[in-house]
Each structure stands twice: as C-alpha cells, then as structure tokens.
C-alpha cells in the first residue's frame, strides 16, 4: 500500500565539496553567494574569504572553525537562493545533526515509502545520501542537486560537475 502525499526536502550534506578549489571558484558565480562573502566578511579577523574561496593556500590557512562557518554561510545561501523559486520545503534535514549514515538511511527509508518525493541536497553535490537513494530504486527519481536544478546556474555546473566527477 502507498501514501499518496508528496514530500519536498531539503538534505544539507556536510559540505566537503567546499574544500575543492574549483568548487569554490565556481560558487563565486552565484550572487547570493557573493553578498553572503561581503556581508560576513567581519566574522573572519585577518582572513579575506574572496580570496580563500580562490586559493587553496588561503584556505587551508583557515582554522577548523572559520572552515565550518564558511562552509555552512555558503549552504545558507544556496538554500536562500532555493527559496526564490517560491517552493516551501516540508522538511529539512541536515547532515551533521547524525551521528551515523545508518540514522539517515533509516528515516529516509521510511520518506521513502511516499509515491512523490523530492530530495533536494545542498552541498553542492552530494554524498553517501546519493548512492543509497539510487540503490533503492523508488519509482520516481527524487534526487537533485540545487544547483543543477537551477536553470540560471545549470550552463556552469554540469562542466563543473564532470570535471571533478560529481554523480547526479
């Protein structure tokens, strides 16, 4: 027996991605990503996050947690740009709230159970999350990456994405 409630959400993998340089300079692109940098450029003393999104070595200079911060100041934006699209998700999940990939598998087993659902990640990217929801083989294909999905950003990503070997 199948519900027949449809489910959008929103799955915030742990952003490891990030750490990739063309990744980085890819996101600069994006201008919610832009006024994001510009508007909290103070939080981080005598690191100029322009430039660590466009040099490794910069980056690397980053202690663990001005990379987290970045890291998750880049998904509030992707995610806010998401939201223009005028699309309320019924819910979202965030990687780092699990301890272990099995919590994750279990509850999205159970999402899974939904004749419509729509996983949508923001990494960008993705991660284990992926694989899992493809070994299941749901009827529909509810799996996108936020930024593919978007038409305005599709025309770089899909480059992106090959040449680094990204899967979606």
């Not at 919590?103 to 087993?109: D, I, R, T, V, Y």
Request: proline share 3%.
């Amino acid at each position: 027996m199948s519900n027949k409630l449809a489910m959008t959400v929103i799955y915030f993998t742990d952003g490891a991605l990030i750490e990739d340089l063309q990744i980085r300079k890819s996101l600069l692109r994006i201008p919610e990503v832009l006024q994001c940098l510009r508007e909290n450029q103070s939080e981080f003393l005598n690191s100029d996050l322009y430039i660590a999104m466009m040099d490794q070595r910069v980056f690397n200079q980053l202690n663990y947690h001005q990379k987290a911060r970045l890291k998750q100041l880049l998904q509030n934006s992707l995610y806010e740009r998401w939201l223009k699209q005028g699309i309320e998700p019924d819910l979202i999940v965030r990687r780092k709230d699990y301890a272990d990939f099995s919590q994750l598998k279990e509850m999205f087993s159970r999402l899974a159970t939904l004749d419509n659902l729509k996983v949508v990640t923001i990494g960008p990217g993705f991660d284990e999350l992926e694989a899992y929801l493809r070994m299941m083989k749901l009827e529909s294909n509810p799996l996108s990456d936020m930024i593919s999905q978007d038409p305005k950003l599709g025309w770089f990503w899909e480059d992106v994405k090959s040449s680094i070997q990204l899967h979606s």
